[in-house]
């Protein structure tokens, strides 16, 4: 393996999770293409994604996407607890919204959790009584969901 084509394309793997909102947001890329890429150029991709660690560049895999973030934040291995998302969150800013706009609201938090913070959640509504979960129907139809 050339040093000069391996540092070339772990540069390029750094400018396009920060180009797409990396350190402030996680930012995911399909893990196919990304082992494609590397294979093409007789580059170990796993080897490329220790070097990424080393510089506090952390990541995910899932069977899709490969999902990067600051080592500094976690990952879903140590932070799988689902109400984590919604620390800091003001339920103020969902009064006076339409029903579409506090759905845009919520897919957009939600987009921003790990996949083990959204298999919590699943798991959560899962385990509910019915009656929890009937209590959640009335909450979110005052809300004027439905």
Known sequence: ????????????????VKRHGFPDKKVAFPIEQLYEAAHKKGINFNKVLESLDEIQISHEKTPEKIIFFPKSRGGDGEKTNPMEAFAGMDPQMFRGKSPAEMMAAAASMMKNMGPGQLESIKAMYDNMSEEERAAILEQAKKLGLF
């Open 1 to 16: 393996m050339d040093t000069t084509e391996y540092r070339k394309f772990v540069q390029s793997v750094i400018d396009n």
